[in-house]
């Protein structure tokens, strides 16, 4: 059974762990992030080459309150709730253990596999949540404005963790591939014999992921299948980056480059051509 959760529902839940002051436990130490949005912390457990773990603790609510009010599941509302996201890069794999009660043993411990489907250019996520042991799966879609059932608690926690990384620009697995900022593999990439990568705009940064020939990189950058901010190419350099915006504009000679005019506070900008006819998405690099 799959059910679908959005924005507004954990802006609710936030919105009241805050008005009655709830707050975490602070910790000094540099590797824990405070989101002031929310009120909520993030530690970083593992941060390696081989996997990520992040971690937060949603204090108790009142869970008479929860209930009424359809926020969150009638059994994770009386003791804090800790969810811990692992992110694993060589199996491009996310799974997420709260301490919850279980729903089919007397355990405190849930385990979710996490899927990433979408992460649009404003940082909206629409992902899903399924608990291994019930099967049950729990859609998120933060760009839709209506649900009514209660929820987990556990995935009001995992939504902020992937939320948060989002918002760093960490490495994300969407759809199953790996994506990472420019900014971070940039230098890396030059040093490699590709020159094109497919690109796509996510929470308002440029993200790369697999390389691609010339011919994969234009159509890519025309292919009407893909909306502006997945119809993107990044290239090591600016010479490949025009040559990719003149294949897919069939040979005409590239606009650019150009950076956008309208800087949205919180977007990162990057050079890029478009085709002679602006047709299509951008030629970063």
Do not use: C
Request: aromatic fraction near 8%.
């Amino acid at each position: 059974m799959i059910k679908s959760l959005n924005k507004s529902i954990i802006a609710s839940i936030l919105a009241f762990a805050m008005i009655f002051s709830f707050t975490f436990q602070a910790q000094a130490q540099e590797s824990r992030f405070s989101d002031h949005s929310t009120g909520s912390n993030v530690d970083i457990l593992v941060d390696n080459a081989d996997e990520m773990v992040i971690s937060a603790t949603m204090p108790a609510i009142n869970s008479s309150f929860a209930r009424v009010s359809a926020l969150a599941s009638e059994n994770a509302t009386t003791t804090d709730i800790t969810g811990t996201l692992t992110i694993d890069k060589n199996l491009q794999t996310m799974t997420l253990v709260t301490n919850e009660k279980s729903e089919v043993s007397t355990a405190n411990q849930r385990t979710y596999d996490v899927v990433i489907h979408e992460v649009n250019s404003l940082g909206d996520i629409n992902a899903t949540f399924t608990d291994l042991e019930t099967n049950e799966s729990y859609s998120i879609e933060q760009d839709k404005l209506q649900a009514s059932f209660a929820i987990p608690i556990g995935i009001v926690i995992g939504e902020t963790l992937l939320a948060w990384l989002v918002g760093i620009g960490a490495t994300l697995i969407v759809a199953t591939e790996t994506w990472v900022t420019v900014n971070e593999i940039r230098e890396t990439l030059r040093q490699k014999k590709y020159e094109h990568y497919e690109a796509q705009i996510m929470g308002g940064k440029l993200y790369v992921g697999h390389s691609i020939d010339l011919a994969g990189a234009a159509q890519r950058l025309v292919n009407p299948m893909f909306t502006k901010a997945h119809a993107n190419v990044w290239s090591v350099n600016s010479a490949a980056a025009a040559r990719v915006a003149r294949v897919a504009g069939g040979g005409a000679t590239p606009v650019g480059p150009e950076l956008n005019i309208t800087q949205v506070p919180g977007f990162f900008y990057y050079a890029h051509y478009h085709t002679a006819s602006r047709i299509g998405g951008h030629s970063f690099f």
